[in-house]
Each structure stands twice: as C-alpha cells, then as structure tokens.
C-alpha cells in the first residue's frame, strides 16, 4: 500500500500545475511528496490500546517505523526505475547519515541503507501527517493523530451539523476512545516524539485543553513537545464556554 502511495505522490509532481515558478524548481529538484496517515485513533482502539498508556507508544513506534521503512524502500525503486532527485549525490541518504541520526542499527535498517547508497532516492522526503478531518468523515475513520472529540458529536462542516460517531464503536472499542479534552495531553506529546524519529517533515498534532488550565500547564505541554524532538504541533483547542441562556439574547 505505501508503495502504490509512494509512486502516486511522485507522478503528482510532474502532473502538477504551479501557479509559482519557484515552486516547480523545488519540487523537481528534491522531489519531496508528504505520505500522511489517518485513523490513529481507530487503529489503537480496535486493537484494545488505550491512549494513555505504555502499549500506545510501542505500538507507535512500531508502526511509523515500518511505514518509514516502506516509504524509502519505495522511492529507493522508484529511482532505479526513473532516476534519483537531483541533489541525492552527497545527500544523508547516500552517506548513510540519515539512518545513523535515527539508530537505525537493525540488519534490515542496513539492508536498505545498502540499496539506497546503491539505487539513489526518488524523493529527498517522503513523510509529514496532515490533519486528514474531512477526508477522515468519508473514509469514516478517525482524524489525522488526535482523539476523538467524543464517541459522539456533532461537527460543523460548511453551514451543516454532520453527526460523527467513534468508528467500529462497540462495547469492547469503548473504553478505548477516551475524548479528546478529557485525554492527558502529555501522552499525545510522548507518542509525537517517538514518532517524529520517523517521520522527516512535520505532523498536525492539536492539543486539547479545557478552560481549566493555566498558562504554566500550556507552556509545559510545548516544552514536553520540544524537550521530545518534536518538529511542529498544530492548533491549541480550547473547550468553548457553555452558554446555558442568555436572557440579553432572548431580549
């Protein structure tokens, strides 16, 4: 699957119109394309991995790395077979330095070390996880990295009230789809970390805070993602005050 992605991503970017010519000069010289995933929530609680906990961050490990491992094993074909981007020579990919950063020490991490200073890269990144929530509604599966807001909802998407329920939702899935605002945000930092060593451009992480938190709270939050190797999170989303009534309105 991550091949037949890999190759799509990649004919997009001759495929493509560019309304700015410096874009097109990038794209052709690395040839940088940004493989996302979606349903992170989903894929944890059908296996019976609760958000908050040791299991959720092997398995994240676990996952991105083999996803990372297909995404170049990909690019480094498709450079067999179309050529490498223009700057592959001297590159961290052809001096191996690109997998010595991230410990890939294992003898299939220096397999394919070996094919890529062999056979070249297609593409000079190849990972960065959007947001996905429109997407996710059709593929009925969860956002992007997040949560779940709830196991039921109801979101607002171009003036209509669109219905969101948890997917697979079941009596054994329940308990594993905590919301998002009652999730201890540090988790959702911890596992950023630990997938950020596979990942080489950027993930939309949102945190989620309640209008309890402080200031100190929140800023502890961005130094556990820094202090983690985080590159990039994406919104603060606060819980809204709740308006019971409101007699001027009524007036």
């Not at 052709?28 to 493989?35: A, E, K, N, P, Q």
């Not at 948890?166 to 308990?175: E, K, Q, V």
């Amino acid at each position: 699957m991550v091949a037949t992605v890999v190759r799509a991503l990649d004919n997009v970017i001759d495929l493509n119109f560019y309304p700015v010519p410096y874009a097109q000069i990038t794209n052709h010289r690395y040839r940088s394309i940004g493989l996302g995933v979606s349903g992170y929530h989903h894929a944890l609680a059908i296996r019976g991995i609760k958000w908050e906990s040791e299991a959720h961050l092997q398995f994240v490990d676990d996952v991105f790395e083999r996803i990372n491992r297909a995404a170049i094993e990909a690019s480094s074909a498709l450079a067999k077979e179309k050529g490498a981007y223009a700057y592959f020579e001297g590159s961290d990919w052809q001096t191996g330095d690109y997998f010595e950063k991230r410990g890939y020490h294992s003898p299939q991490w220096q397999q394919t070390a070996m094919r890529v200073k062999a056979q070249g890269m297609r593409n000079a990144y190849l990972l960065a996880i959007a947001p996905t929530s429109s997407t996710s509604i059709v593929a009925a599966t969860t956002a992007g990295l997040d949560p779940v807001m709830q196991r039921f909802f109801l979101e607002e998407k171009k003036g209509a009230m669109l219905p969101r329920v948890a997917p697979a939702l079941t009596d054994r899935t329940f308990w594993h789809y905590k919301g998002a605002y009652q999730t201890d945000q540090a988790w959702s930092m911890r596992a950023a970390g630990i997938r950020q060593r596979h990942i080489d451009q950027a993930q939309s992480v949102n945190l989620y805070i309640t209008n309890n938190y402080t200031m100190r709270q929140l800023l502890n939050l961005y130094l556990l993602a820094w202090q983690s190797g985080v590159k990039t999170i994406y919104y603060v989303r606060s819980k809204s005050l709740e308006v019971e009534e409101c007699e001027s309105c009524a007036s």
